[in-house]
Nanobody, 126 residues
Framework: QVQLVESGGGLVQAGGSLRLSCAAS?????????MGWFRQAPGKEREFVAT????????VYTDSVKGRFTISRDFAKKTVYLEMNSLKTEDTAVYYC??????????????????WGQGTQVTVSG
């Protein structure tokens, strides 16, 4: 079992920054392969934002956030971060953390992940 707890959402003006955190609590028998972030705006499908391989060898971003968002992880704390800069109104959404504990070589789909956090609201005002 894995529990994911997100924090760091809030209200920010366009052009501002926010940092999201997601801490994983898990049994010692579980192994993390990747942790990612998705987001869901009102009336839209949940979409992939970014992911990081837990080994640290790579990251993947959706095109719309490249150069603005940075995903990182603290291996010892089992925590993943999403640093969001130059925020735009279209970044407004509920942001969800996700964990992959059963290995697949793909990371952009919802079913590439096994566990999800409860979500944290990010609102960017114009």
């Amino acid at each position: 079992q894995v529990q994911l707890v997100e924090s760091g959402g809030g209200l920010v003006q366009a052009g501002g920054s926010l940092r999201l955190s997601c801490a994983a609590s898990m049994s010692t028998s579980s192994m993390l392969f990747a942790m990612g972030w998705f987001r869901q705006a009102p009336g839209k499908e949940r979409e992939f934002v970014a992911t990081i391989l837990w080994s640290g060898i790579g990251t993947v971003y959706t095109d719309s956030v490249k150069g603005r968002f940075t995903i990182s992880r603290d291996f010892a704390k089992k925590t993943v971060y999403l640093e969001m800069n130059s925020l735009k109104t279209e970044d407004t959404a509920v942001y969800y953390c996700a964990a992959q504990i059963s290995w697949r070589p793909t990371f952009r789909a919802r079913n590439d992940y096994d566990y999800w956090g409860q979500g944290t609201q990010v609102t960017v005002s114009g």
